[in-house]
Protein backbone atom coordinates (compact mmCIF):
# COMPACT_ATOMS: atom_id res chain seq x y z
CA UNK A 1 0.00 0.00 0.00
CA UNK A 2 2.90 2.48 -1.60
CA UNK A 3 2.30 6.27 -0.53
CA UNK A 4 2.93 8.16 -4.15
CA UNK A 5 6.33 9.84 -4.28
CA UNK A 6 5.49 11.58 -7.43
CA UNK A 7 2.13 12.63 -9.03
CA UNK A 8 0.76 9.86 -10.96
CA UNK A 9 0.09 10.07 -14.85
CA UNK A 10 -2.37 8.48 -17.54
CA UNK A 11 0.97 6.12 -17.77
CA UNK A 12 0.37 4.59 -14.59
CA UNK A 13 -1.98 1.77 -14.99
CA UNK A 14 -4.35 2.78 -11.64
CA UNK A 15 -4.58 6.13 -13.31
CA UNK A 16 -4.95 5.10 -17.01
CA UNK A 17 -8.22 6.80 -17.52
CA UNK A 18 -7.70 9.33 -15.12
CA UNK A 19 -8.42 12.97 -16.44
CA UNK A 20 -4.85 14.38 -17.63
CA UNK A 21 -5.27 17.87 -16.65
CA UNK A 22 -6.79 17.64 -13.15
CA UNK A 23 -3.57 15.10 -12.40
CA UNK A 24 -1.48 17.23 -13.81
CA UNK A 25 -2.59 20.02 -10.87
CA UNK A 26 -3.50 17.67 -8.35
CA UNK A 27 -2.66 17.98 -4.89
CA UNK A 28 -0.02 15.19 -3.89
CA UNK A 29 -0.59 15.31 -0.21
CA UNK A 30 -3.92 15.07 -0.62
CA UNK A 31 -4.13 12.27 -2.95
CA UNK A 32 -1.31 10.22 -0.08
CA UNK A 33 -4.53 11.02 2.53
CA UNK A 34 -6.50 8.11 2.74
CA UNK A 35 -9.60 7.58 4.52
CA UNK A 36 -9.04 4.66 6.53
CA UNK A 37 -12.04 2.46 8.06
CA UNK A 38 -11.69 -0.75 10.49
CA UNK A 39 -14.46 -3.19 10.11
CA UNK A 40 -13.93 -5.29 13.27
CA UNK A 41 -14.10 -8.87 13.06
CA UNK A 42 -17.86 -10.25 12.07
CA UNK A 43 -19.11 -6.50 11.87
CA UNK A 44 -20.76 -4.91 9.10
CA UNK A 45 -20.21 -1.49 8.04
CA UNK A 46 -22.16 -0.06 5.37
CA UNK A 47 -20.41 3.26 3.76
CA UNK A 48 -22.68 5.33 1.35
CA UNK A 49 -21.21 7.51 -0.79
CA UNK A 50 -21.72 10.53 -4.05
CA UNK A 51 -18.75 10.78 -5.22
CA UNK A 52 -17.70 14.95 -5.72
CA UNK A 53 -15.23 16.38 -8.19
CA UNK A 54 -11.69 14.97 -7.91
CA UNK A 55 -10.40 12.32 -6.01
CA UNK A 56 -11.37 10.32 -2.84
CA UNK A 57 -9.77 6.88 -1.58
CA UNK A 58 -10.65 4.83 0.82
CA UNK A 59 -8.52 2.23 2.70
CA UNK A 60 -10.56 -0.60 4.42
CA UNK A 61 -9.50 -3.47 6.18
CA UNK A 62 -12.06 -6.28 7.14
CA UNK A 63 -11.44 -8.51 10.10
CA UNK A 64 -12.61 -12.32 10.03
CA UNK A 65 -15.98 -12.82 9.22
CA UNK A 66 -16.61 -9.08 8.72
CA UNK A 67 -18.50 -7.30 5.66
CA UNK A 68 -17.99 -4.43 4.15
CA UNK A 69 -20.52 -2.51 1.93
CA UNK A 70 -20.12 0.32 -0.35
CA UNK A 71 -22.76 1.66 -2.79
CA UNK A 72 -21.89 4.99 -4.65
CA UNK A 73 -23.11 7.27 -7.28
CA UNK A 74 -20.63 9.01 -8.97
CA UNK A 75 -22.41 11.85 -11.08
CA UNK A 76 -19.67 14.32 -10.51
CA UNK A 77 -17.00 15.80 -12.81
CA UNK A 78 -15.45 16.83 -14.39
CA UNK A 79 -13.19 14.48 -13.25
CA UNK A 80 -14.67 12.62 -10.28
CA UNK A 81 -12.85 9.44 -8.63
CA UNK A 82 -13.60 6.93 -6.21
CA UNK A 83 -11.42 4.12 -4.99
CA UNK A 84 -11.15 1.57 -2.48
CA UNK A 85 -8.16 -0.52 -1.61
CA UNK A 86 -10.07 -3.54 0.93
CA UNK A 87 -8.54 -5.84 2.11
CA UNK A 88 -10.08 -9.05 4.07
CA UNK A 89 -9.42 -11.42 6.84
CA UNK A 90 -10.20 -14.83 6.43
CA UNK A 91 -14.20 -15.58 5.35
CA UNK A 92 -14.51 -11.77 5.12
CA UNK A 93 -16.70 -10.45 2.44
CA UNK A 94 -16.67 -6.70 0.22
CA UNK A 95 -19.65 -5.75 -1.22
CA UNK A 96 -19.82 -2.91 -3.76
CA UNK A 97 -22.03 -1.33 -5.88
CA UNK A 98 -20.97 1.72 -7.95
CA UNK A 99 -23.29 3.67 -10.58
CA UNK A 100 -21.41 6.58 -12.63
CA UNK A 101 -23.83 8.70 -14.36
CA UNK A 102 -23.72 11.77 -16.48
CA UNK A 103 -23.24 13.60 -19.16
CA UNK A 104 -20.85 16.24 -20.77
CA UNK A 105 -17.34 16.09 -20.49
CA UNK A 106 -17.52 14.30 -17.47
CA UNK A 107 -15.23 11.28 -16.47
CA UNK A 108 -16.35 9.47 -13.51
CA UNK A 109 -14.57 6.21 -12.35
CA UNK A 110 -14.20 3.50 -9.57
CA UNK A 111 -11.08 2.13 -8.87
CA UNK A 112 -10.78 -1.22 -6.85
CA UNK A 113 -8.15 -3.04 -5.63
CA UNK A 114 -9.49 -6.10 -3.60
CA UNK A 115 -7.07 -8.12 -1.55
CA UNK A 116 -7.85 -11.08 -0.73
CA UNK A 117 -5.04 -11.98 2.09
CA UNK A 118 -6.81 -15.21 4.39
CA UNK A 119 -8.66 -17.86 2.73
CA UNK A 120 -12.82 -17.84 2.35
CA UNK A 121 -13.27 -14.22 1.86
CA UNK A 122 -15.68 -13.26 -1.19
CA UNK A 123 -16.08 -10.13 -2.79
CA UNK A 124 -18.93 -9.04 -5.01
CA UNK A 125 -18.81 -6.04 -7.27
CA UNK A 126 -21.31 -4.60 -9.41
CA UNK A 127 -20.85 -1.31 -11.22
CA UNK A 128 -23.11 0.60 -13.87
CA UNK A 129 -22.26 3.26 -16.23
CA UNK A 130 -24.73 5.70 -17.98
CA UNK A 131 -23.62 7.85 -20.19
CA UNK A 132 -24.25 10.49 -22.86
CA UNK A 133 -22.51 13.87 -24.36
CA UNK A 134 -18.84 13.04 -24.27
CA UNK A 135 -18.94 11.33 -20.72
CA UNK A 136 -16.67 8.71 -19.35
CA UNK A 137 -17.70 6.25 -17.24
CA UNK A 138 -14.89 3.49 -15.88
CA UNK A 139 -14.30 0.73 -13.96
CA UNK A 140 -10.75 -0.44 -12.86
CA UNK A 141 -10.75 -3.72 -10.66
CA UNK A 142 -8.11 -5.09 -9.62
CA UNK A 143 -8.39 -8.34 -7.77
CA UNK A 144 -5.09 -9.96 -5.49
CA UNK A 145 -5.30 -12.87 -3.93
CA UNK A 146 -2.75 -14.48 -2.15
CA UNK A 147 -0.88 -17.23 -1.61
CA UNK A 148 -3.14 -20.07 0.38
CA UNK A 149 -6.18 -17.42 0.18
CA UNK A 150 -7.89 -21.03 -0.48
CA UNK A 151 -12.11 -20.70 -1.42
CA UNK A 152 -11.86 -17.13 -2.29
CA UNK A 153 -14.95 -15.83 -4.24
CA UNK A 154 -14.54 -12.82 -6.38
CA UNK A 155 -16.92 -11.37 -8.72
CA UNK A 156 -16.94 -8.53 -11.04
CA UNK A 157 -19.60 -7.31 -13.36
CA UNK A 158 -19.48 -3.96 -15.39
CA UNK A 159 -21.97 -2.74 -17.96
CA UNK A 160 -22.50 0.68 -19.70
CA UNK A 161 -25.02 2.03 -21.59
CA UNK A 162 -24.30 5.21 -23.89
CA UNK A 163 -27.01 7.10 -24.95
CA UNK A 164 -24.94 9.12 -27.23
CA UNK A 165 -22.35 8.55 -29.91
CA UNK A 166 -19.67 10.64 -28.38
CA UNK A 167 -19.52 9.12 -24.70
CA UNK A 168 -17.46 5.68 -23.86
CA UNK A 169 -17.28 3.33 -21.46
CA UNK A 170 -13.88 1.67 -19.90
CA UNK A 171 -13.53 -1.83 -18.29
CA UNK A 172 -10.24 -3.11 -16.91
CA UNK A 173 -10.45 -6.28 -14.45
CA UNK A 174 -7.03 -6.91 -13.14
CA UNK A 175 -6.69 -10.23 -11.36
CA UNK A 176 -3.87 -11.51 -9.70
CA UNK A 177 -3.70 -14.90 -8.13
CA UNK A 178 -1.49 -17.08 -6.49
CA UNK A 179 -4.14 -19.21 -4.69
CA UNK A 180 -5.51 -22.31 -6.88
CA UNK A 181 -8.75 -23.30 -5.30
CA UNK A 182 -10.46 -19.84 -6.48
CA UNK A 183 -13.86 -18.64 -8.00
CA UNK A 184 -13.23 -15.62 -9.96
CA UNK A 185 -16.03 -14.29 -12.08
CA UNK A 186 -16.24 -11.48 -14.13
CA UNK A 187 -17.60 -9.68 -17.15
CA UNK A 188 -17.87 -6.55 -19.02
CA UNK A 189 -20.49 -5.10 -21.27
CA UNK A 190 -20.80 -1.67 -23.19
CA UNK A 191 -23.80 -1.07 -25.50
CA UNK A 192 -26.60 1.00 -26.19
CA UNK A 193 -29.97 1.35 -24.94
CA UNK A 194 -31.91 -1.94 -26.07
CA UNK A 195 -33.49 -0.39 -29.59
CA UNK A 196 -36.22 -3.98 -29.54
CA UNK A 197 -37.05 -3.52 -25.99
CA UNK A 198 -38.10 0.49 -26.64
CA UNK A 199 -39.73 -0.33 -29.85
CA UNK A 200 -41.53 -2.89 -27.47
CA UNK A 201 -42.51 -0.62 -24.63
CA UNK A 202 -42.75 2.22 -27.41
CA UNK A 203 -45.65 -0.61 -28.93
CA UNK A 204 -47.59 -1.01 -25.44
CA UNK A 205 -48.08 2.79 -25.55
CA UNK A 206 -45.03 4.26 -23.63
CA UNK A 207 -43.04 7.15 -24.90
CA UNK A 208 -39.30 7.24 -25.76
CA UNK A 209 -38.52 8.56 -22.59
CA UNK A 210 -40.91 6.66 -20.18
CA UNK A 211 -39.60 3.40 -21.55
CA UNK A 212 -35.84 4.75 -21.78
CA UNK A 213 -36.63 5.95 -18.07
CA UNK A 214 -37.39 2.05 -17.00
CA UNK A 215 -35.12 0.47 -18.84
CA UNK A 216 -32.68 2.79 -17.20
CA UNK A 217 -34.02 2.17 -14.11
CA UNK A 218 -33.89 -1.44 -14.07
CA UNK A 219 -30.26 -1.69 -15.64
CA UNK A 220 -28.87 0.55 -12.28
CA UNK A 221 -30.86 -1.14 -9.89
CA UNK A 222 -28.34 -3.82 -10.49
CA UNK A 223 -25.91 -1.62 -8.47
CA UNK A 224 -27.98 -1.59 -5.72
CA UNK A 225 -29.64 -4.86 -5.31
CA UNK A 226 -27.48 -5.84 -2.75
CA UNK A 227 -28.67 -2.73 -0.24
CA UNK A 228 -31.34 -4.63 2.29
CA UNK A 229 -32.78 -1.52 3.60
CA UNK A 230 -35.49 -1.04 0.94
CA UNK A 231 -35.90 2.49 1.95
CA UNK A 232 -32.13 3.24 1.02
CA UNK A 233 -32.39 1.41 -1.94
CA UNK A 234 -35.36 3.58 -3.29
CA UNK A 235 -33.46 6.28 -2.28
CA UNK A 236 -30.39 5.83 -4.13
CA UNK A 237 -32.40 4.63 -7.37
CA UNK A 238 -34.11 7.72 -7.40
CA UNK A 239 -30.77 9.98 -6.74
CA UNK A 240 -28.85 8.19 -9.38
CA UNK A 241 -31.90 8.16 -12.26
CA UNK A 242 -32.36 12.19 -11.14
CA UNK A 243 -29.32 12.90 -12.68
CA UNK A 244 -30.80 11.81 -15.85
CA UNK A 245 -34.03 13.68 -15.96
CA UNK A 246 -32.11 16.80 -15.19
CA UNK A 247 -29.62 16.56 -17.02
CA UNK A 248 -29.85 14.18 -20.37
CA UNK A 249 -31.00 15.44 -23.29
CA UNK B 1 -60.91 0.69 -39.62
CA UNK B 2 -57.63 0.03 -41.55
CA UNK B 3 -57.53 0.54 -44.71
CA UNK B 4 -54.00 -0.06 -45.94
CA UNK B 5 -53.37 0.84 -50.06
CA UNK B 6 -50.33 0.05 -52.42
CA UNK B 7 -48.01 -0.19 -49.47
CA UNK B 8 -44.43 -0.70 -50.21
CA UNK B 9 -41.87 -1.16 -47.91
CA UNK B 10 -38.11 -1.75 -47.38
CA UNK B 11 -35.76 -3.10 -44.60
CA UNK B 12 -31.86 -2.39 -44.93
CA UNK B 13 -32.23 -1.15 -48.65
CA UNK B 14 -34.31 -4.56 -49.37
CA UNK B 15 -37.66 -4.14 -50.78
CA UNK B 16 -40.32 -6.38 -49.16
CA UNK B 17 -43.65 -4.95 -49.25
CA UNK B 18 -44.21 -4.65 -52.91
CA UNK B 19 -47.61 -2.87 -52.98
CA UNK B 20 -50.31 -4.35 -50.42
CA UNK B 21 -53.53 -3.42 -50.06
CA UNK B 22 -55.75 -4.37 -47.76
CA UNK B 23 -59.00 -2.99 -45.89
CA UNK B 24 -60.13 -4.20 -42.48
CA UNK B 25 -63.73 -3.38 -41.27
CA UNK B 26 -64.93 -2.58 -37.78
CA UNK B 27 -66.11 -6.21 -36.42
CA UNK B 28 -63.96 -8.07 -38.52
CA UNK B 29 -61.19 -10.98 -38.16
CA UNK B 30 -59.05 -11.10 -40.84
CA UNK B 31 -56.53 -14.14 -41.17
CA UNK B 32 -53.46 -13.48 -43.52
CA UNK B 33 -51.79 -16.64 -44.45
CA UNK B 34 -48.47 -17.21 -46.37
CA UNK B 35 -44.87 -18.92 -46.70
CA UNK B 36 -42.22 -18.01 -44.34
CA UNK B 37 -40.25 -15.07 -45.85
CA UNK B 38 -43.80 -13.45 -47.25
CA UNK B 39 -43.52 -10.27 -45.45
CA UNK B 40 -46.19 -10.98 -42.95
CA UNK B 41 -43.92 -9.52 -39.70
CA UNK B 42 -42.77 -7.16 -41.78
CA UNK B 43 -45.93 -5.76 -42.69
CA UNK B 44 -46.93 -6.04 -38.75
CA UNK B 45 -44.17 -4.41 -37.92
CA UNK B 46 -44.16 -1.64 -40.07
CA UNK B 47 -47.91 -1.06 -39.19
CA UNK B 48 -46.61 -0.64 -35.49
CA UNK B 49 -44.11 1.99 -36.68
CA UNK B 50 -40.27 -0.18 -35.86
CA UNK B 51 -37.90 1.71 -36.74
CA UNK B 52 -36.03 0.98 -39.65
CA UNK B 53 -38.88 0.04 -41.76
CA UNK B 54 -39.02 2.41 -44.57
CA UNK B 55 -42.34 3.18 -46.41
CA UNK B 56 -41.56 4.02 -49.85
CA UNK B 57 -45.14 4.13 -51.13
CA UNK B 58 -49.03 4.16 -50.26
CA UNK B 59 -51.10 4.84 -47.37
CA UNK B 60 -52.18 3.54 -44.15
CA UNK B 61 -55.48 4.93 -42.30
CA UNK B 62 -56.63 4.18 -39.17
CA UNK B 63 -59.80 4.93 -37.89
CA UNK B 64 -59.48 8.21 -40.38
CA UNK B 65 -56.19 8.76 -39.16
CA UNK B 66 -52.82 8.56 -41.19
CA UNK B 67 -51.29 6.09 -39.25
CA UNK B 68 -47.72 6.30 -40.71
CA UNK B 69 -47.48 9.91 -39.55
CA UNK B 70 -48.01 8.73 -35.50
CA UNK B 71 -44.92 7.69 -33.33
CA UNK B 72 -45.14 3.60 -32.52
CA UNK B 73 -46.49 4.83 -28.66
CA UNK B 74 -49.37 7.20 -30.66
CA UNK B 75 -50.55 4.60 -32.45
CA UNK B 76 -50.47 2.55 -29.38
CA UNK B 77 -52.76 5.23 -27.95
CA UNK B 78 -55.02 5.68 -31.03
CA UNK B 79 -55.96 1.97 -30.21
CA UNK B 80 -53.08 -0.27 -32.51
CA UNK B 81 -51.78 -3.60 -30.50
CA UNK B 82 -49.27 -5.38 -31.86
CA UNK B 83 -48.73 -9.10 -31.15
CA UNK B 84 -45.42 -9.66 -31.04
CA UNK B 85 -44.15 -13.41 -33.33
CA UNK B 86 -40.92 -13.36 -30.54
CA UNK B 87 -42.07 -10.94 -27.36
CA UNK B 88 -39.34 -8.86 -26.24
CA UNK B 89 -37.63 -9.58 -22.69
CA UNK B 90 -37.21 -6.72 -20.27
CA UNK B 91 -35.16 -7.57 -17.30
CA UNK B 92 -35.27 -5.93 -14.31
CA UNK B 93 -38.95 -4.33 -14.78
CA UNK B 94 -41.68 -6.16 -13.72
CA UNK B 95 -45.35 -6.83 -16.18
CA UNK B 96 -47.13 -4.78 -13.93
CA UNK B 97 -45.43 -2.10 -13.59
CA UNK B 98 -44.89 -2.12 -17.46
CA UNK B 99 -48.47 -2.79 -18.21
CA UNK B 100 -49.47 0.23 -15.65
CA UNK B 101 -47.44 2.38 -16.83
CA UNK B 102 -47.91 1.77 -20.68
CA UNK B 103 -51.72 1.68 -20.06
CA UNK B 104 -51.61 4.72 -18.13
CA UNK B 105 -49.41 7.14 -20.94
CA UNK B 106 -52.34 5.22 -23.63
CA UNK B 107 -54.89 6.76 -21.23
CA UNK B 108 -53.17 10.41 -20.54
CA UNK B 109 -52.60 10.68 -24.36
CA UNK B 110 -56.58 10.52 -25.04
CA UNK B 111 -56.97 12.62 -22.12
CA UNK B 112 -58.55 9.86 -19.85
CA UNK B 113 -57.77 9.22 -15.87
CA UNK B 114 -54.94 7.37 -14.76
CA UNK B 115 -56.05 4.07 -13.46
CA UNK B 116 -54.77 3.85 -9.49
CA UNK B 117 -52.59 0.42 -8.75
CA UNK B 118 -56.00 -1.07 -7.39
CA UNK B 119 -57.61 -0.47 -10.38
CA UNK B 120 -55.09 -1.83 -12.57
CA UNK B 121 -54.59 -4.88 -10.56
CA UNK B 122 -58.19 -5.72 -11.09
CA UNK B 123 -58.22 -5.38 -14.93
CA UNK B 124 -55.16 -7.23 -14.30
CA UNK B 125 -56.31 -10.05 -12.54
CA UNK B 126 -59.04 -10.32 -14.78
CA UNK B 127 -57.50 -10.69 -17.87
CA UNK B 128 -54.01 -13.09 -16.21
CA UNK B 129 -57.32 -15.24 -15.40
CA UNK B 130 -58.86 -15.33 -18.69
CA UNK B 131 -55.68 -16.76 -20.22
CA UNK B 132 -55.19 -18.89 -17.24
CA UNK B 133 -51.54 -17.12 -16.64
CA UNK B 134 -50.95 -17.09 -12.89
CA UNK B 135 -50.84 -13.68 -11.49
CA UNK B 136 -47.57 -14.53 -10.09
CA UNK B 137 -45.88 -14.46 -13.18
CA UNK B 138 -47.37 -10.83 -13.99
CA UNK B 139 -45.21 -9.62 -10.92
CA UNK B 140 -41.98 -11.03 -12.79
CA UNK B 141 -39.95 -9.03 -15.22
CA UNK B 142 -41.40 -9.03 -18.36
CA UNK B 143 -41.19 -12.17 -20.56
CA UNK B 144 -37.74 -12.96 -18.61
CA UNK B 145 -37.45 -16.49 -18.30
CA UNK B 146 -40.98 -17.94 -19.82
CA UNK B 147 -41.45 -20.28 -22.03
CA UNK B 148 -42.58 -19.77 -25.47
CA UNK B 149 -46.27 -20.50 -24.46
CA UNK B 150 -46.61 -18.49 -21.65
CA UNK B 151 -44.56 -15.79 -23.88
CA UNK B 152 -48.00 -15.78 -26.51
CA UNK B 153 -50.16 -16.20 -23.50
CA UNK B 154 -48.68 -12.94 -21.71
CA UNK B 155 -48.94 -11.01 -25.00
CA UNK B 156 -52.50 -11.69 -24.50
CA UNK B 157 -52.70 -10.97 -21.16
CA UNK B 158 -51.60 -7.31 -22.23
CA UNK B 159 -53.87 -7.07 -25.35
CA UNK B 160 -56.61 -7.88 -22.57
CA UNK B 161 -55.21 -5.06 -20.25
CA UNK B 162 -54.32 -2.32 -22.70
CA UNK B 163 -58.33 -3.28 -24.49
CA UNK B 164 -57.13 -2.35 -28.19
CA UNK B 165 -59.45 -1.56 -31.26
CA UNK B 166 -57.18 -2.99 -34.26
CA UNK B 167 -55.50 -6.27 -32.98
CA UNK B 168 -52.47 -7.08 -35.46
CA UNK B 169 -51.07 -10.52 -34.03
CA UNK B 170 -48.04 -12.08 -35.66
CA UNK B 171 -48.38 -15.75 -34.90
CA UNK B 172 -49.35 -15.81 -31.84
CA UNK B 173 -50.24 -19.79 -31.95
CA UNK B 174 -46.90 -20.46 -32.61
CA UNK B 175 -45.29 -22.36 -29.79
CA UNK B 176 -48.76 -23.55 -28.25
CA UNK B 177 -49.57 -26.74 -27.51
CA UNK B 178 -53.73 -27.48 -28.09
CA UNK B 179 -54.64 -26.73 -24.96
CA UNK B 180 -52.85 -23.39 -24.85
CA UNK B 181 -54.33 -22.62 -28.16
CA UNK B 182 -57.47 -23.33 -27.05
CA UNK B 183 -56.82 -20.40 -24.41
CA UNK B 184 -55.39 -18.18 -26.38
CA UNK B 185 -57.58 -18.32 -29.33
CA UNK B 186 -60.83 -18.00 -26.76
CA UNK B 187 -59.12 -15.20 -25.17
CA UNK B 188 -58.49 -13.32 -28.33
CA UNK B 189 -62.52 -14.02 -29.05
CA UNK B 190 -63.95 -12.68 -25.87
CA UNK B 191 -61.34 -9.53 -25.75
CA UNK B 192 -61.60 -8.66 -29.38
CA UNK B 193 -64.52 -9.74 -30.82
CA UNK B 194 -66.75 -6.98 -31.25
CA UNK B 195 -68.74 -4.78 -32.87
CA UNK B 196 -66.33 -1.51 -33.06
CA UNK B 197 -63.36 -3.65 -33.10
CA UNK B 198 -61.31 -5.40 -35.56
CA UNK B 199 -58.32 -8.51 -35.30
CA UNK B 200 -55.31 -9.03 -38.19
CA UNK B 201 -54.34 -12.87 -37.10
CA UNK B 202 -51.20 -13.67 -39.16
CA UNK B 203 -50.85 -17.75 -38.75
CA UNK B 204 -49.79 -19.99 -40.55
CA UNK B 205 -52.16 -22.92 -38.88
CA UNK B 206 -55.39 -23.70 -39.47
CA UNK B 207 -55.68 -24.89 -35.84
CA UNK B 208 -56.26 -21.21 -34.48
CA UNK B 209 -58.68 -20.54 -37.13
CA UNK B 210 -61.07 -23.18 -36.17
CA UNK B 211 -60.74 -21.11 -32.75
CA UNK B 212 -60.75 -17.70 -34.19
CA UNK B 213 -63.28 -18.13 -36.89
CA UNK B 214 -61.95 -15.43 -39.57
CA UNK B 215 -64.64 -13.22 -41.62
CA UNK B 216 -61.44 -13.10 -44.70
CA UNK B 217 -58.82 -14.95 -45.34
CA UNK B 218 -55.70 -13.62 -47.33
CA UNK B 219 -52.51 -15.29 -48.88
CA UNK B 220 -49.77 -13.19 -48.68
CA UNK B 221 -46.74 -13.90 -51.21
CA UNK B 222 -43.69 -11.86 -51.86
CA UNK B 223 -45.17 -8.87 -50.31
CA UNK B 224 -48.16 -7.87 -50.91
CA UNK B 225 -51.76 -10.22 -51.14
CA UNK B 226 -52.30 -12.47 -53.98
CA UNK B 227 -55.39 -13.92 -52.89
CA UNK B 228 -58.33 -12.91 -50.58
CA UNK B 229 -61.43 -15.10 -49.67
CA UNK B 230 -63.65 -16.18 -46.85
CA UNK B 231 -62.33 -18.83 -44.56
CA UNK B 232 -63.31 -21.66 -46.38
CA UNK B 233 -59.89 -20.19 -48.59
CA UNK B 234 -57.87 -21.44 -45.18
CA UNK B 235 -58.77 -24.89 -45.84
CA UNK B 236 -57.67 -24.54 -49.12
CA UNK B 237 -54.43 -23.76 -48.20
CA UNK B 238 -54.51 -26.54 -45.93
CA UNK B 239 -54.84 -28.77 -48.19
CA UNK B 240 -53.19 -27.79 -51.29
CA UNK B 241 -50.39 -25.84 -50.14
CA UNK B 242 -49.68 -22.08 -50.89
CA UNK B 243 -47.67 -22.62 -54.37
CA UNK B 244 -50.74 -24.35 -55.54
CA UNK B 245 -53.37 -21.58 -54.20
CA UNK B 246 -51.33 -18.66 -54.63
CA UNK B 247 -50.14 -19.48 -58.19
N1 LIG C 1 -33.79 -6.64 -40.84
C1 LIG C 1 -33.86 -7.23 -42.04
N2 LIG C 1 -32.92 -6.99 -42.97
C2 LIG C 1 -32.99 -7.57 -44.19
N3 LIG C 1 -33.95 -8.41 -44.57
C3 LIG C 1 -34.90 -8.68 -43.70
C4 LIG C 1 -34.94 -8.13 -42.39
N4 LIG C 1 -36.02 -8.59 -41.74
C5 LIG C 1 -36.65 -9.41 -42.61
N5 LIG C 1 -35.98 -9.48 -43.78
C6 LIG C 1 -36.36 -10.27 -44.94
O1 LIG C 1 -37.64 -9.87 -45.34
C7 LIG C 1 -38.38 -10.95 -45.81
C8 LIG C 1 -39.70 -11.01 -45.08
O2 LIG C 1 -39.47 -11.35 -43.73
P1 LIG C 1 -40.67 -11.48 -42.69
O3 LIG C 1 -41.53 -10.28 -42.77
O4 LIG C 1 -40.08 -11.79 -41.37
O5 LIG C 1 -41.44 -12.74 -43.27
P2 LIG C 1 -42.54 -13.66 -42.61
O6 LIG C 1 -42.95 -13.09 -41.32
O7 LIG C 1 -43.63 -13.68 -43.62
O8 LIG C 1 -41.92 -15.02 -42.47
C9 LIG C 1 -37.51 -12.17 -45.64
O9 LIG C 1 -36.92 -12.44 -46.87
C10 LIG C 1 -36.48 -11.73 -44.65
O10 LIG C 1 -35.28 -12.42 -44.86
MG1 LIG D 1 -42.90 -13.77 -39.36
Redesign the interface.
Known amino acids: MNELATLPTTRDENWRYADPAWLASADLAQLNDWREIAVPAGETVCEILSVESGAERLRVHVGQGGRFELFAINAAGPYARAEAEVTLEEGAHFEFGGVTIGGGKNRQEFVTRTVHSSPGASSNQVVRAVQWGQAVGNFLGRIEVVKDAQKTDAAQNFRAILLEKGASANAKPELEIFADDVKCAHGAAIGALD???G??????????E??RK??I???V??AFEAIEDEELRGEMLAKALNVLDEEAV | MLKIENLHAEVDGKQILNGLSLEVGAGEVHAIMGPNGAGKSTLAYVL????GYEITQGTVEFLGQDMLEL???E???AGL??G?QY???????SNV???R???N??RK?RGEEPFSGGEFLKVAKEKAGLLKLDMEMLKR?VNVGFSGGEKKRAEMV?MGI?DPRLAVLDETDSGLDIDALRVVGEGINTIMRAPDKAVLLITHYQRLLDVVQPDFVHVLAKGRIVKSGGPELAHQLEEEGYEAVAA
Open positions: ETAFYMASRGLPPVALLHAFAD | GGRPEPHRAAFLFPVEIPGVQFLEALAQAPQL
